[in-house]
């Protein structure tokens, strides 16, 4: 299936690997790509496998995954519409997917050709400028999001998420729709799911958060953010 509609490529466009591109670029890019429709619970890619594109969630939630030797699965990170994944790869030598990639709901994704995108910048200078601008901004991003996973409580990580979901430049209310399961968020924020609900159970009991079930409704942005320091 070919990347025709017209909402979809919009957002193609905006995203940080093609706004670099000229239009003749993105054309050229395009003429490469496919959509794929993915059932809950298919394998994209399996870690080691050769890395020969890249994606782009159109619908639905992807996951990044690892397992342990005892078989154990770790979620690296949680990807829904707009984001990518596998771009990283195809600048490596030798590429491999360092991670198993697999839908978590049924799915839309757009799969990109790896050796098409790096001929482009081989091709163009400018284009490589731009692009480097791009991912410089995303690294950054990227870092900061490190620093709390690592060095914030799981309360302060758990309610950074919760923020970062709420409409911006209002205090409330608001009610939030999650979309990923409390054992995918738990292992998102690097933490056991009994402590996920334990601190749900207090930010509700503080009136920071009411919970339904996936559907969280926050009374105020600043109250929920004053629960910062509290103790994990």
Request: with cysteine; proline share 5%.
């Amino acid at each position: 299936m070919t990347l025709t509609d017209t909402t979809t490529l919009a957002g193609i466009r905006a995203h940080h690997l093609f706004a670099g591109l000229s239009p003749p670029q993105l054309q050229r890019l395009l003429g490469s790509a496919s959509v794929e429709e993915a059932d809950a619970g298919q394998l994209l890619f399996d870690r080691g496998q050769p890395a020969m594109h890249f994606y782009v969630v159109i619908e639905g939630q992807v996951n990044l995954v690892l397992y342990s030797k005892n078989g154990e699965e770790k979620i690296v990170d949680i990807l829904g519409p707009g984001q990518s994944f596998a771009e990283a790869v195809m600048f490596m030598a030798g590429p491999v997917y360092p991670v198993s990639a697999m839908a978590a709901t049924h799915a839309r994704i757009a799969r990109f050709s790896s050796t098409e995108y790096v001929a482009m910048l081989r091709e163009s200078p400018e284009t490589c400028l731009r692009m480097l601008g791009h991912l410089s901004q995303r690294l950054h991003m990227r870092i900061r999001e490190i620093e709390y996973l690592t060095l914030a409580s799981a309360t302060h990580r758990l309610v950074r998420m919760i923020e970062s979901r709420l409409p911006v430049d209002t205090d409330g209310p608001a009610e939030i729709q999650l979309q990923e399961s409390r054992q995918e968020i738990a292992s998102r924020l690097s933490m056991k799911p009994e402590t996920l609900s334990r601190i749900l159970r207090t930010l509700q009991d503080s009136g920071a958060i009411t919970v339904h079930g996936r559907v969280l409704q926050v009374p105020s942005r600043n109250r929920l953010l004053s629960l910062l320091d509290t103790p994990a």
